[in-house]
Nanobody, 116 residues
Framework: QVQLVESGGGLVQPGGSLRLSCAASGSISSTYAMGWYRQAPGKQRELVAGFTSGGSTNYADSVKGRFTISRENAKNTVYLQMNSLKPEDTAVYYC??????????WGQGTQVTVSS
């Protein structure tokens, strides 16, 4: 079992920055695929950024060049640095961990609101 706890969301003005953290507890391996999805009101959940099990990264086209995902294995924590935020980045951001293709764990979500 894996527990994921997100933090770092909040209200920020357009052009501002936030850093999200996802702390994992339980049976964790550095080979787990982990990352972030987001879901805006009335829209489907979409992948924002993630690490594959092999350690490579994937980003949604809409966040490339603005968001950076990083991982601190010693702390079982994944971060999402979000810069140059736009109103369309407003969503609930969910951390996920995928130990295998058949197992998927989610955090409770953290709200990010970009507004002036």
């Amino acid at each position: 079992q894996v527990q994921l706890v997100e933090s770092g969301g909040g209200l920020v003005q357009p052009g501002g920055s936030l850093r999200l953290s996802c702390a994992a507890s339980g049976s964790i391996s550095s080979t787990y695929a982990m990352g972030w999805y987001r879901q805006a009101p009335g829209k489907q959940r979409e992948l924002v950024a993630g690490f594959t099990s092999g350690g490579s990264t994937n980003y949604a086209d809409s966040v490339k060049g603005r968001f950076t995902i990083s991982r601190e294995n010693a702390k079982n924590t994944v971060y999402l640095q979000m810069n140059s935020l736009k109103p369309e980045d407003t969503a609930v951001y969910y951390c996920y961990a995928r130990p295998t293709v058949l197992m998927l764990f989610w955090g409770q979500g953290t709200q990010v609101t970009v507004s002036s």
